[in-house]
């Protein structure tokens, strides 16, 4: 039996056509994935299902009934739960809070039954493995227990059916694993999955049938067992995918970046513990952790957005501690930051506006007088949309209003275009498609080729492996250990990663100090 039947939806916004007559059917207790490139529908096909959107035409069943779905309400109603990818949790409130917000058990008094509610969380918990204290504050626990959250605000409404958004894309990998023994006790329970991703790799190994969307429209549905990688991959981007990266060697020169003893403390919590190592021309240097190791701090303090408390900074021979991110950026040093939507663009200003900005107030944007020049920024903007093949490809569009993916190229598009000697690069690759990750690791590679020092920073070991020159891993704000790319073990990157000190590198990263010292 078909748990979701969706037929011939069709939704267009103004002149973007999202959906265009899809069909996807849904087998009852199944884990089903839904792939396709950035901008390619699934996200809006799965919101029209959730009641964020009206279709302008087609159907929904679901079981058998046909089902008039008007808003999230009717579809949580109907026993449909979605996990959104950025989460829509509130810090300070407990884990039962969050939960049951909206659906406050109170008597006819008006007396809200906590402890109640409290031990209906606490039973689902421990009956779908979720191991979450109902009590504990949601700011005190990791991304992948707050996911749990989500997933348990979901059951306590009775869902049936989950609808998840790129549920792996902030995760660990140990937490993959867990997170993947949750989805198939679910499934076991009676419960239908539909999970949107981009992971061809976890496609293969959870789901049991896949949909393929490009462009609006779906281009095949199959099951998983008949699937690989090379076949998902070609129907989502209509042509060849290339999964292994032509690195060309490269001799690194001089010693463009160099920092000694980062010490920095929030709060009354050590957050880089005398960092210190060295970056060179030509060279990519991976920086592995699980998040909230330290790696934040060590970006915010390298493009001007951290002060320091003890260290130094010396790029290219100078002193740059404690600059502000303009002055940083006037060095040639180009930042792509781990959360676009906090940090990378501005969502209401076009894309020619964000592809200028942080140098908008220099010739040729900005004439003498003090205004913009818009035929220059139009023109600039339009080589740019065209380069790096973002989608839609108009200038003035909201940036906001992209898929993620697309967001990421006019982030890239920016930064990489300022002909940078170095660039500092978080989470490059994070929930966007593999048509995306190809060119965006091509053109981290054309860089490289060019001379520029680049400093990944990525929670993907993969991404970190196939990139890297040198690995640095980083664990509770300290470096425990440099790898080069031709010793790079998963298994002992992931052991690092969990502070497992003693498999660390032997080989210490061989610093001098003083400015513009090369090794």
């Known amino acids: 039996m078909l748990a979701v039947r969706l037929k011939q939806i069709t939704k267009r916004f103004a ?7 899809v069909d996807i059917n849904v087998r009852q207790e199944t884990i089903h994935a839904i792939i396709g490139e950035n901008g390619a529908g699934k996200s809006t096909i799965m919101e029209i299902l959730y009641g964020f959107y009206q279709a302008d035409a087609g159907e929904i069943e679901l079981f058998g009934e046909k089902k008039k779905i008007i808003n999230p309400q009717d579809a949580i109603r109907n026993g449909i739960g979605m996990v959104h990818q950025h989460f829509m949790l509130i810090p300070p409130m407990t884990v039962t809070e969050n939960i049951i917000l909206g659906l406050e058990p109170v008597s006819r008094s008006g007396v809200l039954h906590l402890a109640q509610a409290e031990e209906k969380i606490r039973k689902l918990s421990d009956e779908y493995g979720l191991q979450i204290d109902p009590r504990i504050e949601v700011e005190n626990l990791s991304v992948g227990l707050q996911q749990r959250v989500e997933i348990l605000k979901a059951l306590y409404r009775d869902a049936r059916i989950l609808i998840l958004d790129e549920p792996t894309a902030v995760l660990t990998p140990p937490e993959v694993g867990e997170f993947f ?11 239908t999955i539909i999970i949107i991703t981009h992971k ?12 393929v969307m490009r462009n609006g429209r779906k281009v095949g549905e199959l099951p998983t067992s008949e699937a690989t990688a090379n076949i ?4 989502m981007v209509g042509r060849e995918v290339l999964f292994e990266l032509d690195k060309q060697p490269v001799v690194p020169g001089e010693t463009v970046l160099r920092v000694e003893n980062l010490c920095v403390t929030v709060g009354n919590k050590p957050r880089l513990k005398n960092v210190s190592f060295d970056l060179k021309e030509g060279e990519i240097l991976g920086i592995a952790g699980v998040e909230g190791n330290g790696q934040t701090e060590l970006v915010e303090v390298l493009t001007g957005l951290r002060r320091l408390d003890t260290g130094t900074v010396w790029y290219q021979g100078e ?3 404690n600059l502000s991110a303009r002055k940083i950026r006037e060095h040639q040093i180009a930042h792509i930051p781990a959360d676009r939507k906090a940090h990378g663009f501005l969502s209401s200003y076009s894309n020619a506006e964000n592809q200028i900005l942080g140098f908008h107030y220099r010739a040729p944007f900005c004439r003498k007088n003090g205004f913009l020049n818009f035929a220059s920024i139009r023109s600039y903007a339009e080589e740019l949309v065209k380069k790096f093949d973002i989608r839609p490809p108009l200038t003035d569009i909201a940036t906001g209003t992209l898929s993620g993916g697309n967001q990421q190229k006019v982030i890239v598009s920016r930064e990489f275009s300022q002909h940078p000697r170095l660039l500092i690069i978080a989470q490059p690759t994070r929930g966007i498609d593999i048509g995306a990750i190809e060119f965006i690791h091509q053109q981290i590679l054309d860089l490289r080729s060019e001379k520029v020092a680049v400093l990944l920073v990525s929670a993907e070991l993969e991404e970190i492996r196939s990139l890297s020159d040198r690995t640095l891993v980083m664990f509770e704000g300290e470096v ?5 790319a031709e010793a790079f073990d998963m298994e002992t990157v992931g052991m690092l990663m969990t502070g497992h000190i003693e498999t660390r590198s032997t080989r210490e990263p061989d610093l001098k100090s003083g400015p513009g010292a090369d090794s």
Do not use: C, F, P, Y
């Open 200 to 211: 061809l790799e976890e496609v293969l190994e959870i789901s049991d049938d896949v949909t």
């Open 232 to 235: 998902l991959a070609n129907m």
């Open 480 to 484: 425990v250990g440099e790898i080069t």
């Open 181 to 191: 023994q949750i989805l198939r006790r679910l499934k076991a329970q009676g419960k």
């Open 15 to 21: 002149q973007t056509l999202a959906n265009d007559a």
């Open 319 to 321: 002193d740059i501690s």
